[in-house]
């Protein structure tokens, strides 16, 4: 009895911070249902009085193409993150480069600045290369971050690789790039596929380099959209709670699906045998 009290007090501490997440969400999720009286009400409904799905609808009609826009950057960085970040962790973990603790150190030292210390610089940069406006330049803006976190932790896994599944493999004559390729990456699936969930998440969620690089509307992402319900006199508090849900929800299905995967991509590679 001990044993399963125990249990149960540990799992009742874990739903503390549980609870914390859901019940936001959860009134996020009704406040889509309701009118903007039924919102201000007090005590607030738990429940919709009315249920009615017109301000999802009108929230997806006003704020699809935002969607569309959110779904090219969030690939885009995916894309060119693992592209880049791969090629470098395993030059940086099996290779014996030169100024490999410089490189290290510089990853390590982008991951603490903050985002708005570079947004200025890179918008000049971008200027006069004719990339404000364009996807191609949030993409390149928030690649800038999840570049060098997605090489830190591809690295940690890759030097808990066994070196002589490399020897072998060069012993038979196979190149580095094949070696990569056939023998690195396979393994690797884990980590590749954290770091990519991450880079994908981390471009869905930005607002900074989105609101700063793209003034034109059609171009934005549904980060910067969602300020459509949001006015000179006032707050559409429905359609604003609905469009959120929305946007949300392809988040919370990815992390809730490959929830395990994410956390043993992280903790891979942080011990050895």
């Not at 950057?73 to 791969?86: E, K, M, N, R």
């Not at 290290?104 to 000049?124: G, K």
């Amino acid at each position: 009895m001990a044993h399963t009290w125990k249990d149960w007090k540990w799992t009742l501490i874990a739903l503390i911070p549980v609870l914390i997440l859901i019940i936001p969400i959860y009134f996020v999720l009704i406040s889509g249902f309701e009118t903007v009286e039924e919102i201000y009400h007090q005590p607030p409904y738990l429940i919709p009085p009315n249920p009615t799905s017109q301000y999802y609808t009108e929230a997806w009609t006003t704020l699809n193409h935002y969607l569309m826009n959110s779904l090219v950057i969030s690939v885009g960085v995916l894309a060119l993150t693992l592209v880049v970040a791969a090629p470098a962790a395993f030059a940086l973990a099996k290779l014996d480069l030169r100024g490999e603790k410089t490189v290290s150190f510089l990853m390590a030292l982008v991951q603490m600045l903050p985002v708005s210390t570079v947004v200025i610089p890179l918008f000049l940069i971008f200027f006069r290369l004719r990339l404000i406006n364009t996807h191609l330049g949030v993409i390149l803006g928030i690649s800038a971050f999840t570049i060098p976190f997605s090489v830190i932790l591809l690295t940690a896994y890759m030097r808990s690789m066994p070196w002589g599944l490399i020897q072998a493999a060069r012993i038979d004559g196979a190149s580095l790039f094949t070696i990569f390729l056939r023998v690195v990456m396979p393994i690797c699936k884990p980590a590749i596929s954290t770091a990519g969930m991450l880079a994908f998440l981390n471009a869905w969620g930005d607002f900074i380099f989105a609101i700063s690089f793209l003034q034109e509307r059609p171009l934005q992402p549904m980060s910067v959209g969602l300020y459509s319900f949001i006015g000179q006199y006032g707050t559409k508090w429905n359609l604003l709670m609905a469009g959120s849900m929305i946007y949300s929800l392809p988040v919370i299905i990815v992390v809730i699906l490959a929830g395990k995967g994410l956390v043993s991509g992280l903790t891979a590679g942080a011990f050895k045998e």
